[in-house]
């Protein structure tokens, strides 16, 4: 299974990188990890004419703390450099959680965090992730540069807002406000294999216990990460009681993801997983919110 | 888009270190990287399982980080350095990764083994004192198809073991 | 009987090669001038070749040649038929269908290959593959084992009027009597499905013809180098003296690696021979999902009669086995299922009708276990059905059953995979059982854990199932032991190596014999130009087999030693010792002489030999047992399942294996734990999903899941030894054992598991989904 032939620059620069996209456009896919892209060009499922490789620019990969609060991180940054990271850790404890959830040790090595959520899959933890956080991605083009909420990158299978001569550059995501608690849950079928189903949910409770708000992102139940707002909305003002928590996920599994059936689960399957994750994540989330002073 | 040009295709100057050794040579940018390993560079120890990146049999060592060779096109590893089985050790003077593997029968058909060996060396650098559901994670992406792994878990545990005493003895 | 080297835990000779990366597979071969291959394969799988246009591939820069099947012209011809049907059963139907070189003017199956491009590289023989262009007509595919025998069916062979490949009846005793006077008779329906192999390493042949020396060289990763050697010099019209066939290390065989004369093996040696440059292919992961062999398809329409204290009056099953496009293996996976679906317990009334049937799919040739996890699972589950029914201890209903152990050897009557009456030769079956229990803590488990864990909420079960394997198969096999003037032995034999550790324990034989220590003996195999008698690596027969057959030269050569030695140290032999490499007196340490020195003696340059002298210290020797020895095992689990999400976490696994004389513990428990892990996978995880139009769904590892070091658990293994009458080791074969009884195992735990649901699984594979629909299902109602 080897590779279609294909023409190779390796920018040491963004703006050199942007400028053979904007040279080749379609003709031309970017490479960062590799790890997406390079099985499907093995396959021959994808032939790109040019890759544009992005591993020699260095100042791409980074983990910074925000001046505003929260983290800014190079879109090369390596999945092992975020799992490995203590200000991650000690700021995001939720993608800290979800770092391991991503394939193999091998796969986190070379795969980053900018590749990871250019490619959308709909099965990404980090897609998933940064869209409950409420993150926010930097893009660049030949024409400058914009700022694009995660809820808003992602438009359909594969598919974001990026235009062809244009670079996710940096991924800033926030910390979480006081009493907010978080939950990333996942079933596979092997422990390291994409989610049959997955859920990220992040509840922020009120001084008496109450939750005051909360956002609940489904990955692999739809052609993109699905966040649940109505359910999301019929929990605000409620205390976390069983009920309450189960009618959230109830309304979430059945109106609010649209999951596909292959040959390792039904949508039924991941509709029904989809309900139990969600009441289940949700309910850890609250415990850690109250946990939080 | 397959091309039928008659024009040659555009050759890269590589140089990379491989086991310590600087080679050169000009190669095309598709060219895998474990595809340079093994049939140009005559290390055959590297093992190619699935090409897809899944198996884990052709793990190699790109800058000290286990990578999965067929998914780094050998022009990517231009100035790098990688560290194939042959780095590790030989025949006569076994890595202690090597030895604990051959002491606990971690080996059996022995194609899965090198892309497992130069993970677990990655593995112990980063964690000396491992329990066993951390190596399992560890090794979630390299399959085996012979052992069940147990052995292999064994072999780790005793590689971890044996480095952890090699280092507090004193050096002599 | 005490033992020097048989039976010890001794670390493995080959090791220290495999760890360095200096080990041998057939792509690590290297030759000047080497050109690669790749092939078109089908995408349709069933479809009329119409046309083939390979002009562009065969102007691409670097391609050499591109080769159809009209290019072969009288060279085309299919495989040669591997394994005929039982001539000693009445009542068999079996027409024959081989697998060709190049599709002639039929798709068959996804995947068979209908061109081959020969070219300076890999990626360049695989860009020169798109430019051909391709004019198939697809047709209707057959894909369901019972559509394809209804009439009206597309047909998998034009030539025949069904898709019926093979019928074979056979019965034991008289089961419509039985029938009659059970107070229990069940009837279900199971439905297994198909899994592949997927050893680590791909398939591969390297194939030199040298024209002044006319000789040819192969490379193959194959578990049978001498019928291919034999084959290929039939079929490329040379001796076979003029054909040698190399099976370096194998990385994995598992059985596929067993099937002979698959297409590429046919067709690259003859490219060598017309190009004469040398050829190399290799395969990769997509192609081994659709090129390779698979197996485990049949549907079983069973029905038992029992009695009502739980003994097995009597046991029908008809069936249907899918052998895919072809049938060149015969019927020797539903000879197997037919003789284990007795399982070891005392039947004596039992029929078994098998129809064979021809598929659009990948051929199907044995897999770890061959057609034995398939005969298992279906006396398992009804046992465990029986016993609910009729209120006994799911322990107890078996313990009732087994054969005693005066009743060995003990005939079925049936016809076996060997074309042998099946005779199980001797076992101890019920302590194998109990140790079993004894090891997972069954009786604690279920009268106090159990209950305990399930008024927490949680859903645990617990399966144990017992087994028969049967192994050690003929025909026969051979080795030449040889002692060198350096003291060393070396030793040569046909089976070749894909990771059991022969290079250990037969050197173990060895060493027991010649007093010699284990690293000093070099075993070299799968390599017709040392040793060119014998079958192959298959039915869990090396080492009973090849071991004994080492065993008996090694013997003989101990007794060469021991009377020339007895001659130089003029000491009768029966004061002789054999230790350390050396021939020594008892009680006389310094009157000695090593087995160097006495090689040397035996081979003289000079001077006159007696008469009916054999030159040096050497004999070849074969063995051909009498029937295949019947091994015994019980495996047990326990296991968790949340019932929301329907996951599965395995909390204890063992295994109790009966092989008699176990020749190296420690490459033992290595077969076991490796043999679970593929049982494992056809349990819960593996299952080729092919569509209504034959396309596999998942042919890549990333959908094809394989258990990897997360999803298995840690086994415990033990061991009992009833040796076995039918060698002189005692040994029983072990390979398959691990996989054998899993699926079983699986479908009685998670039954278990969910005992307040009453669930009943018939099939295999299971998966989340599946136990998810099930329930459902269920709750329906």
């Known amino acids: ?293 | 888009m397959a091309t039928t040009e008659t024009t040659m295709p555009k050759l890269f100057e590589l140089a990379v270190t491989v086991n310590g050794t600087c080679h050169e040579q000009a190669v095309e940018p598709r060219t895998l990287l474990s595809d340079f390993l093994r049939h140009d560079l005559g290390l055959t120890g590297t093992h190619v399982g699935c090409e897809h990146g899944v198996c884990g049999a052709c793990t190699v060592l790109l800058d000290e980080e286990p990578v999965r060779s067929c998914l780094v096109f050998a022009v990517q590893a231009h100035g790098h350095t990688v560290t194939t089985v042959e780095g590790l050790g030989v025949i006569d003077q076994l890595h202690p990764v090597q030895e604990a593997f051959r002491q606990a029968h971690g080996v059996q058909c022995g194609f899965c083994t090198p892309g497992i060996l130069t993970t677990v060396v990655a593995f112990l650098a980063e964690n000396p004192d491992p329990g066993e559901e951390e190596i399992r994670e560890a090794l979630s992406g390299n399959l085996c198809r012979c052992t069940g792994y147990q052995h292999i878990v064994d072999a780790v545990r005793l590689a971890a073991q044996n480095m952890k005493t090699a280092h507090e003895q004193p050096a002599r | 009987m005490t033992t020097t080297f048989i039976g010890k835990r001794v670390l493995r000779n080959e090791d220290a090669r495999l760890l360095t990366g200096q080990a041998q597979f057939v792509d690590d071969v290297e030759i000047p001038g080497l050109l690669h291959a790749a092939f078109l394969r089908s995408d349709h799988a069933h479809a009329r070749l119409l046309g083939l246009d390979v002009s562009a591939a065969r102007q691409r820069p670097g391609v050499v040649a591109v080769f159809t099947a009209e290019d072969m012209g009288d060279d085309w011809q299919p495989g040669p038929p591997l394994v005929s049907p039982p001539p000693t059963a009445k009542d068999v139907l079996f027409y024959s269908r081989r697998q060709v070189p190049l599709v002639k003017d039929k798709v068959r199956h996804a995947g068979e290959a209908m061109a081959v491009v020969i070219a300076e590289s890999r990626y360049i023989a695989e860009d020169a593959v798109e430019d051909i262009v391709v004019d198939l007509e697809p047709l209707e595919a057959v894909v369901d084992l019972e559509k394809a025998l209804k009439p009206g069916s597309p047909l998998v062979h034009d030539d025949l009027e069904s898709n019926l490949a093979a019928h074979l009846f056979q019965k034991k005793g008289d089961y419509e009597a039985a029938r009659r006077q059970a107070d229990l008779v069940l009837q279900r329906r199971i439905i297994i499905d198909r899994g592949a192999a997927a050893a680590m390493e791909n398939r591969g042949i390297v194939a030199e013809w040298d024209e002044k020396t006319q000789h040819l060289t192969v490379w193959d990763t194959t578990q049978a180098p001498i019928p291919i050697r034999n084959g290929l010099a039939a079929r490329l019209g040379l001796s076979e003296n003029q054909v040698r066939v190399i099976a370096p290390f194998i990385g994995g065989g598992f059985g596929p690696k067993m099937m002979m004369f698959y297409p590429e093996e046919m067709l690259i040696p003859w490219v060598a021979m017309k190009l004469k440059r040398p050829i190399k292919w290799i395969e990769d992961r997509r192609e081994n999902f659709y090129a390779t062999t698979q197996e485990r398809g049949q549907i079983h329409d069973v029905e038992i009669a029992l009695s009502r204290d739980g003994h097995v009056l009597g046991l029908k099953d008809v069936f249907l086995h899918d052998t895919g496009a072809y049938d060149p293996y015969g019927l020797t996976i539903p000879l197997n299922t037919q003789c284990h679906a007795m399982g070891g317990y005392d039947i004596k009334n039992f029929t078994t009708e098998v129809s064979v049937v021809f598929t659009n799919k990948t051929l199907v040739t044995p897999v770890r276990g061959a057609g034995r996890p398939q005969g298992i699972y279906i006396i398992e589950r009804l046992l465990d059905i029986a016993s609910k029914e009729l209120g006994i201890d799911p322990v107890e209903i078996r313990k009732r059953n087994l054969i005693p152990p005066d009743a060995f050897p003990y005939e079925h009557g049936i016809i076996d995979q060997a074309f042998a009456p099946l005779i199980l030769d001797s076992g101890n079956y019920w302590p194998v059982l109990q140790k079993a229990m004894e090891m997972i803590g069954y009786e604690k488990f279920v009268r106090e854990e159990q209950p305990r864990l399930r008024k927490e909420g949680r859903c645990v079960g617990i399966g144990i199932t017992p087994f028969i394997e049967s192994t050690g198969v003929g025909p026969y096999e051979g080795a030449r032991v040889t002692v060198e003037a350096s003291g060393k032995i070396y030793v040569a034999t046909g089976v070749g190596t894909q990771g059991q550790g022969h290079f250990t324990s037969f050197a173990q034989v060895v060493a027991e014999q010649l007093g010699v220590a284990v690293s000093d003996v070099r075993i070299v195999s799968g390599d017709t130009a040392e040793f060119h008698w014998g079958t192959g690596t298959f039915a869990s027969r090396g080492a009973v087999v090849a071991g004994n057959a080492i065993h008996a030269a090694a013997s003989i050569v101990r007794r060469k030693v021991l009377e020339l030695a007895s001659k130089k140290l003029q000491t009768p032999q029966d004061e002789l010792e054999l230790e350390g490499g050396m021939v020594r007196v008892a009680d006389i340490p310094d009157k000695s002489i090593s087995l160097g020195e006495l090689a040397s003696l035996a081979n003289p340059l000079r001077g006159a030999v007696e008469p009916g002298t054999e030159p040096g210290l050497e004999a070849t020797a074969y063995f051909g047992p009498q029937y295949g020895a019947t091994a015994f095992g019980t495996h047990a689990m326990i296991l968790e399942i949340d019932p929301e999400t329907m996951m599965i976490e395995i909390k204890r696994y063992v295994t109790v294996e009966d092989c008699g004389t176990v020749l190296n513990p420690l490459i033992l428990e290595g077969q076991i734990h490796g043999g679970v892990s593929l049982g494992i996978g056809n349990a819960y995880y593996e299952k080729l999903h092919f569509d209504e139009s034959g396309q596999l769904l998942n042919a890549s590892f990333a959908d094809y899941l394989i258990p990897s070091s997360t999803e298995m658990p840690r086994i415990e293994v033990g061991h009992m030894e009833t040796r076995s009458p039918l060698n002189e080791l005692g040994t029983k074969g072990v390979g398959e054992a691990g996989t054998i009884p899993v699926p079983a195992l699986f479908s009685q735990a998670v039954e278990n598991a969910l005992a307040d649901r009453e669930l009943e699984i018939l099939e295999s594979p299971l998966s989340p989904n599946r136990l998810y629909e099930l329930l459902s299902r269920k709750e329906a109602r």
Not at chain 1, 141 to 168: C, H, I, N
Not at chain 1, 214 to 228: C, E, H, I, N, Q
Request: net charge neutral; with cysteine; charged share 25%.
């Open chain 1, 1 to 293: 299974m080897k590779p279609a032939p294909f023409d190779y620059r390796a920018p040491t620069t963004v703006e050199e990188a942007l400028s053979h996209l904007a040279e080749h456009g379609y003709d031309a896919k970017v490479l960062a990890g590799g790890q997406s892209l390079i099985p499907m060009m093995n396959f021959r499922l994808v032939q790109p004419a040019m890759l544009v490789d992005l591993n020699n620019i260095p100042d791409l990969a980074y983990i910074h703390a925000d001046e505003k609060g929260g983290l800014r991180l190079g879109a090369l940054t390596r999945h092992h450099q975020v799992e490995v990271d203590p200000l991650v850790a000690a700021q995001i404890p939720l993608l800290h959680e979800a770092m391991p959830k991503i394939g193999y040790p091998q796969i986190r090595s070379r795969g980053t965090l900018g590749g990871s959520i250019s490619h959308a899959d709909p099965s990404a933890e980090l897609a998933a992730v940064s869209v409950a956080l409420n993150g926010r991605f930097r893009l660049r083009s030949p024409k400058g540069e914009r700022w694009v909420p995660a809820q808003d990158f992602f438009v359909g299978l594969f598919s974001t807002v990026l235009e062809p001569d244009e670079l996710l550059v940096e991924v800033a995501l926030p910390t979480l406000p006081a009493r907010t608690g978080w939950s990333i849950l996942e079933v596979a079928r092997r422990r390291h294999d994409f989610a049959l189903v997955g859920v990220v949910a992040v509840v922020t409770l009120d001084g008496k216990g109450v939750c005051q708000q909360a956002r609940m992102v489904f990955l692999s139940a739809g052609d993109r990460p699905m966040m649940a707002h109505r359910a999301a909305d019929l929990l605000a003002g409620q205390a976390p009681t069983p009920e309450a928590l189960r009618a959230a996920a109830e309304l979430a599994a059945s109106d609010e993801i649209d999951p596909s059936s292959d040959i390792h689960a039904t949508a039924e399957f991941r509709r029904h997983l989809a309900k139990v994750l969600a009441r289940r994540a949700l309910d850890q989330a609250c415990r850690r919110a109250a946990e939080k002073k």
